[in-house]
């Protein structure tokens, strides 16, 4: 077998193994070892696993995952995330649709300390939908509106997609983050228009809440300092290049823990339970890690990625023709599989095409995210609409993923604008300071 | 005398797999402390950067190290409660008897995948030990026990993956039981 048919093979039992139930990471580990043992020898195969290991933890960068996931264990110890949704309720609530709105805005608050889609919905879903079902929503507006907020996580940094996609990509994780933040805010403004259509259109999908005096929207911003703090701490040091991202997500795990020692929100239990939780996190993301750089050597070392960069570049159709086609695939790849295998798995093999095409790294890592985002909303897998079932036992998976629905037709807009408009992703970026 | 032997099997079964369990959460402890004195430690360097214009040496690679444990003390527990990311999709349509067979091969794999990478950083750190001591270039700190964690930790995590070959599919309702 030439390399290249064993690049070829290799991505193809990849999919059978992931298919069969394999772990993610051990599928792409596992063959990257058995692809270069056949393409080198089993020796230098065998001692780039254990290098790969040591390589991608004993790692500056790879450092910032378990301290931003301690960072968001903090945050949602501290109560940060009602502050956010309470202010933005106090402001939007009169509208039609007002609890979803605040929904959204919670969302947003809570992304930018927390880089997980599923924890921003999990936690402002356990106090906005029993709110919004009291005040008689439509269910497919309430789950529709956490489950596609709570995917702002990893679009409004500090995210962990973004670190993920760095890493295999080998792009500046501060970039990458600062590029998040303007079409963060862009979705989240699309999410609220889109909820002010429905509810515009039926206006019993979302009833109007109370009224709020002028002073006390005002004073509703004297809450949500935690999450200013916060986001000022880790956007402004990296932003302002005083901060390395893995500086930046210590010195906002700290201060996440110092406001939670202040709101005297600690205890024993969920103190020990912030730091399992991070370290099963840690576990699952650095086997999956090492996994996709050593699929990646393979892919390298066969000559499939350069073999279908040259193959896509030949084609006779326009590189904005590729590039739809290319986020077409994700769409229909994230309805198969959780969104973050998608991209470490598909990463290798396409991330070269995209730069042969002569795209920007950083602003096709925004479009990759919001991808993985519509995954996690799109059936039959969609990581946000499972964790949501399991709050809202007494209403049915297709009602989920039917309320979220209008905001995949948001994700497509913003997806839309960004490639008409790449400066609201790179504006920031190419801003910061060196 | 058949059902005794059932009896005694399982409850050795059992004893093993609360000792590799156990073994595992407790490796989370050096974790958590790890991830404790990696933010006071960044903090500190942070501060006195900014106060006293002066980093303190070495950071880069003390981060460096104790992400290894990091990890690799995490491992063990991620799969303790069965957390690794696996797609479900095609899986959960087949018969539960199919399920636990296909299940049982995966993990099988995984075990082999883990062994093999404990006994490839197994000998890895041993390289970093002979013929000369390999160490960090500003505070000299000895790399090999790192990597020899990393051994131990894919050992660990080897184990826990051998107990699931008989425990294919996960016991929802003991999944949340797992805790330190």
Not at chain 1, 303 to 325: E, K, M
Not at chain 1, 397 to 416: H, K, Q, R, T, W
Not at chain 2, 8 to 15: L, Q, T
Not at chain 2, 92 to 116: D, E, H, N, Q, W
């Amino acid at each position: 077998m030439t390399p290249l048919e064993i690049g070829i093979a290799g991505g193809i039992i990849l999919f059978v193994l992931i298919a069969l139930g394999l772990p993610i990471g051990v599928s792409m580990g596992a063959i990257g070892v058995v692809g270069l043992a056949l393409i080198t020898n089993i020796d230098a195969a065998l001692s780039r696993l254990a290098q790969t290991a040591y390589s991608m933890t004993a790692n500056y960068i790879t450092a910032v995952i378990p301290l931003f996931v301690i960072m968001g264990e903090f945050a949602f110890v501290s109560g940060l995330t009602k502050e956010a949704y309470a202010a933005t309720y106090k402001w939007l609530g009169r509208l039609p649709g007002g609890l979803a709105m605040a929904t959204i805005g919670g969302c947003a608050g809570f992304a930018a300390v927390c880089g997980s889609s599923e924890a921003t919905a999990l936690t402002i879903g356990s106090f906005a939908l029993p709110e919004m079902r009291q005040h008689r929503y439509d269910p497919r507006l309430a789950l529709g509106s956490i489950a596609a907020g709570g995917t702002l996580g990893i679009l409004i940094p500090p995210s962990m997609a973004f670190v993920l996609y760095g890493l295999i990509t080998e792009q500046s994780i501060g970039k990458l983050f600062l590029a998040g933040v303007f079409p963060g805010i862009l979705l989240a403004s699309l999410f609220l228009i889109t909820i002010y259509i429905l509810t515009k259109i039926n206006p019993s999908y979302g009833p109007p809440g109370g009224k709020t005096s002028f002073r006390e929207k005002l004073t509703a911003f004297k809450d949500v300092w935690g999450v200013l703090i916060l986001f000022i701490v880790v956007m402004g040091g990296i932003y302002g290049g005083v901060l390395t991202p893995t500086e930046a997500a210590a010195a906002g795990a700290f201060s996440a823990f110092l406001i939670a020692l202040f709101r005297r929100k600690l205890n024993k239990k969920n103190l020990v339970s912030s730091f399992m939780n991070t370290l099963r996190v840690t576990g699952f993301v650095f086997v999956i890690i090492i996994g996709a750089v050593l699929f990646g050597y393979l892919m390298a070392a066969s000559g499939v990625s350069i073999a279908l960069a040259n193959f896509v570049s030949g084609l006779p159709v326009s590189s904005l023709g590729i590039l739809i086609s290319i986020l077409v695939l994700y769409l229909i790849l994230g309805c198969l599989m959780d969104a973050f295998a998608m991209v470490l798995v598909t990463m290798p093999i396409l991330y070269p095409v995209i730069i042969n095409l002569g795209y920007d790294p950083i602003w096709f890592g925004v479009l990759i995210v919001i991808m993985m985002e519509m995954g996690m909303i799109t059936p039959p897998i969609g990581m946000n609409v499972f964790v949501l079932r399991g709050i809202s036992r007494d209403i049915p998976m297709y009602m989920i993923f039917e309320g979220a629905l209008p905001f995949v037709i948001s994700m497509a807009i913003c997806v839309a604008i960004l490639i008409a408009f790449p400066d609201i992703a790179l504006f920031l970026p190419n801003a910061m300071k060196r | 005398m058949k059902g005794q032997g059932e009896i005694k099997k399982k409850f050795m079964f059992n004893r093993i797999k609360k000792i590799i369990e156990s073994l595992a959460i407790r490796l989370t402890w050096f974790g958590s402390v790890a991830l404790s004195l990696m933010i006071l430690f960044v903090v500190t360097n942070v501060l006195s950067r900014f106060i006293f214009k002066k980093p303190l040496p070495g950071t880069i690679e003390v981060i460096e190290l104790v992400t290894v444990l990091i990890a690799f003390f995490s491992v063990g527990y991620t799969e303790v409660r069965r957390s690794h990311i696996y797609v479900e999709l095609v899986i959960s349509k087949l018969p539960r008897k199919v399920r636990s067979i296909v299940g049982s091969i995966m993990y099988l794999i995984c075990t082999a995948f883990f062994g093999v990478l404990g006994f490839e950083a197994w000998r890895l750190g041993r390289s970093y030990l002979t013929p000369t001591l390999r160490d960090t270039y500003v505070l000299h700190i000895p790399i090999a026990p790192f990597i020899f964690v990393i051994a131990f930790g894919s050992f660990v995590l080897a184990l826990v993956t051998l107990l699931h070959i008989f425990h294919p599919l996960p016991d929802d309702s003991k999944k949340e039981e797992v805790t330190a």
